[in-house]
């Protein structure tokens, strides 16, 4: 039955005449829209009408639709799924002006659905969009247009979209419209798009900054917040911030700082002036104007966090200009920051601290702050924030870089304490910061002490191990200023630092190698030291590096070099020669020659060894007051090294007795005979038994006692062997260095000093040897021997009796090294191994003018001892190679 006057019935307040009514009676038989509300349904009816011929009808449509999708999202997404976006497109483009009016209103609501937004991009209705901007049109189509480009541009496919049909320039013009949310939704859109550095370009094409800093004189906090938004954006380039300045732009920024009603816009007005302030004519101008002080005032005087921090960021930006910080020293810019450092809230402080840090590259700042600000930065460092703690030592770390008075201020101010509790952050910022200020403290003496007294070793071992780059150099380069002192590389080594900073020597970033290979350096100071890092690897996996170009530094080449100069018995193995200034000390030991990468046994292993057939090893120890006691004189001859007690134990005894230095009498020593240890054992056991003659019974048996109550823990093994365990005594070197420092070191002329040590030296090992008789020279037999006295194949060299020339050439150098006498060791092929020495040209002597060179000799220790040959003669080439 038709309805009452002529088909008409409201539907959403929209009067339809017979064909509405038609298509909404059909829809009962849609079961597609059962589940749908009432109020749905009739909106499926209006999206139905969208295809109408009729303009009123089209017009009224879109009017009930628009009321509809104001009510809420839920609203949008069923027009969405009835299909109400597709039709309503085609209407943007619609003659008449109502029309298109409607539609583009329902656009500018429904644009905020995500949904939405997705299918107007598949569309392609962007054109349609802006072509609503045009000048023609009405106020409300530029509102609800700019709406629906304002909502579609905070994703990244419209702003492109945007930008590529030409929207910027409609936008920009827009912005002078009389309707304040035509503005509103214009600077918006602006802002979202001025994100991508493309459209802000296009921007400063369009002479956008001029329009934008009008809309500061708005009325509407709104207005003027989004536009401090889009210049804080824009002004990101330099073009903009010159646009800015040559329009007067400071004038208005400043303007609003120090309006007390706009204080909701303050934040974002320091922004603006903190990326102008990068400019060295905005600074200036904003100076001469007096700006800059008013800026300073207003930051100190505020009492809102965001504002003080906002001002703070201000002045880092512009401090990353030399002369900018300048013109900021000169307004006395570090009492702001002193005063900010103050404040109660975290985010100030932070930036108070990063701005002290961009202030302290000028040298006036960092002078200032050395009086005030410092122990505020060590207050901070205190804070239960940890970006509060990473701030302060970022600051302290620039503060005292290269300025010894602020290193002394931090210390001063108790810095050091809570600077090593930083080493265990977990924020490697912190850590990274906190191993810097340490470090540059540590490069004065009392400091450094102070710093170790803290067991700052065990706290770098966390850092050490760090998996950040930043960190690991850090506490490398605190090692090698810290580890100057024996004490401090044993804590090092005690606290397990060694592994983790000798793999730090693998690193492939440059500057971690490179700290690492310092603090290596530094540490390889001292022989022990040395040794330790060479059993961990040290030196092989510097001499890889050392190989790569790309890899290589100054620093690893010299931890390479200082790890062999000190580790001399390693040196001489692998490469044959020890110069001049490579002293022998106790404990060396010429093992032979090894391969590179083969590892050198460690003294003690070689000792605690049976003997083999290989090559005796030869140990230079000049220290008889520091081995084990020793033994019973019966079980002398029966224990080996490292077993219990050496075997030389009577030659130590006697030579114990002989003077109560324990070098023993050279009056006696030279009727002592040199050919071969059984003499002098038998000269020591004759000593010995002569100097208990006087002694009772009782009193022997007791010394007896105690000998074997002191010999007894070393025999037990109850986990005292490493601590006890001291390498084989020399007394007969001993001897020998007294000897020669008593006759051969106060002869005045070295050249005859080396004579005498040589002639010295050869009488010591069996005398001279003519090349005829040197295959007779039964010296195997007596080395041999002596291994087998000993039970190990090391042999103290003073035991020796007879030497040919590797055994001599090591006497030598070991005695010159004593009395200070300068000469190098070169090992040979066969056997041989020779000492070079430096000597002026007698002929020069008293004539004036400059020196020549000296000239090389090598000296004869075998076939007439004393002798001097030239290095290149043919002499010097039999010596050492037939």
């Keep these: 039955m038709d309805p009452p006057h002529k088909y008409e019935e409201t539907l959403m307040g929209i009067t339809v005449g017979k064909e509405a009514w038609e298509q909404r009676t059909s829809l009962t038989t849609y079961k597609i829209f059962d589940p749908l509300t009432i109020e749905s349904k009739k909106a499926a009816t209006v999206v139905l009408m969208l295809n109408s011929p009729e303009e009123e009808i089209l017009a009224k449509a879109c009017e009930a639709i628009y009321r509809f999708a104001l009510k809420g999202e839920e609203n949008k997404a069923t027009l969405l799924e009835l299909g109400a976006v597709e039709p309503l497109t085609k209407l943007l483009t619609h003659e008449d002006k109502i029309v298109r009016r409607n539609a583009t209103m329902i656009f500018g609501i429904l644009a905020s659905n995500n949904d939405v937004k997705k299918l107007l991009r598949e569309l392609d209705v962007m054109n349609s969009v802006i072509a609503q901007l045009a000048p023609e049109e009405e106020v409300v189509i530029h509102e609800f247009a700019s709406l629906c480009l304002a909502n579609m541009s905070a994703e990244y496919t419209s702003k492109v979209q945007i930008f590529e049909h030409g929207g910027l320039e409609p936008l920009i013009r827009l912005l002078a419209s009389p309707d304040p949310d035509v503005k509103k939704n214009s600077i918006e859109c602006i802002y979202n798009l ?11 094409e369009l002479n956008a900054v001029p329009p934008i800093l009008d809309l500061l004189k708005s009325e509407y906090p709104v207005i003027q917040l989004l536009a401090l938004k889009t210049l804080s954006v824009i002004t990101n380039d330099k073009e903009a911030r010159t646009m800015l300045r040559d329009n007067q732009g400071m004038d208005h920024l400043i303007k609003i700082l120090e309006t007390k009603e706009l204080n909701d816009l303050h934040i974002e007005a320091l922004s603006v002036i903190a990326n102008c302030l990068e400019d060295m004519d905005t600074l200036a101008l904003i100076q001469q104007t007096g700006g800059l002080k008013k800026l300073l ?32 020293h000169e307004q006395e810019v570090e009492k702001c920051l002193v005063a900010l450092l103050g404040s109660e809230n975290d985010g100030t402080k932070i930036a108070a601290s990063q701005a002290i840090s961009a202030m302290s590259e000028n040298s006036g700042s960092k002078e200032f702050f050395n009086n005030q600000g410092i122990p505020q930065l060590i207050q901070s460092l205190r804070s239960d924030s940890e970006e509060v703690r990473e701030a302060a030592a970022l600051a302290l770390a620039n503060l005292t870089t290269c300025n010894t008075a602020n290193a002394n201020a931090a210390a001063e101010a108790d810095g050091i304490e809570p600077l090593i509790n930083i080493l265990s952050s977990k924020r490697d ?207 002398s001859s029966d224990i080996g090294y490292g077993r219990s007690i050496s075997s030389s134990s009577s030659l130590r005894r006697a030579s114990r007795e002989k003077t109560n230095t324990g070098f023993g009498s050279p009056t006696e020593d030279k009727s002592e005979p040199t050919s071969g240890r059984n003499t002098a054992v038998s000269k020591s056991a004759t000593k010995e038994k002569g100097s208990r003659k006087g002694r009772g019974k009782k009193e022997e048996e007791k010394v007896k006692e105690e000998e074997e109550v002191a010999v007894a823990p070393k025999l037990t093994g109850e986990g005292s062997l490493d601590k006890e365990w001291y390498p084989p005594s020399d007394p007969d070197f001993c001897v020998y260095v007294y000897e020669v420092t008593k006759s051969i070191f106060p002869i005045t002329n070295i050249k005859e000093q080396i004579e005498a040590l040589a002639k010295y030296v050869a009488e010591k090992m069996g005398g001279k040897v003519s090349k005829e008789k040197l295959p007779d020279f039964s010296w195997e037999l007596h080395i041999s021997e002596l291994k087998f006295q000993l039970k190990s194949n090391v042999v103290p060299i003073g035991l020796i009796k007879k030497g040919i020339f590797y055994h001599r050439a090591l006497l030598f150098k070991a005695l010159a090294d004593k009395i200070g006498i300068g000469c190098s060791l070169v090992r040979g092929e066969y056997g041989r191994a020779w000492n070079e020495v430096k000597l002026m040209n007698e002929s020069r002597k008293g004539l004036i003018g400059a020196f020549p060179p000296p000239e090389v000799y090598i000296v004869d220790l075998m076939f007439h001892p004393g002798g001097l040959m030239k290095l290149k003669s043919k002499e010097a080439d039999l010596y050492r190679y037939l």
């Design 194 to 204: 001025a994100q991508d550095f493309q459209c802000r370009a296009t921007l400063q």
């Design 297 to 328: 005032s207003f930051a100190e005087n505020s009492t809102i966090p965001d504002i003080q921090k906002n001002a703070a960021k201000a002045i880092t930006k512009a401090a990353s200009d030399p002369e900018n910080r300048k013109l900021f």
């Design 429 to 635: 910022g912190a850590i990274a910061n906190a191993a810097t200020v340490l470090a540059n403290m540590a490069m004065q003496e009392p400091l450094r002490v102070n710093i170790q007294s803290h067991d700052v070793m065990h706290a770098l071992i966390s850092p050490l191990r760090s998996a950040n780059t930043v960190v690991q150099s850090k506490a490398a380069l605190m090692v090698a200023a810290t580890a100057c002192d024996v004490e401090a590389r044993t804590e090092l080594r005690n606290s397990g630092g060694l592994e983790p900073l000798v793999e730090l020597l693998r690193s492939k970033n440059d500057e971690v190698r490179r700290h690492a290979s310092w603090a290596v350096m530094v540490c390889a100071s001292d022989e022990l030291m040395a040794v330790e890092l060479c059993r961990l690897g040290a030196l092989d996996i510097l001499e890889e590096v050392n190989l790569s170009v790309s890899r290589k530094n100054k620093f690893s080449e010299a931890a390479y070099h200082k790890l062999l100069n000190n580790y001399v018995s390693l040196k001489y193995s692998l490469t044959g020669y020890l110069s001049s200034s490579n002293i022998i000390s106790d404990g060396f030991y010429d093992y032979g020659r090894i391969n590179p990468g083969t590892k050198l046994m460690p003294l003690k292993d070689l000792c605690l060894q049976e003997p083999t057939d290989l090559r005796a090893v030869l140990l230079v120890n000049s220290k008889s007051d520091v081995s084990p006691p020793p033994s019973m004189e019966d079980k």
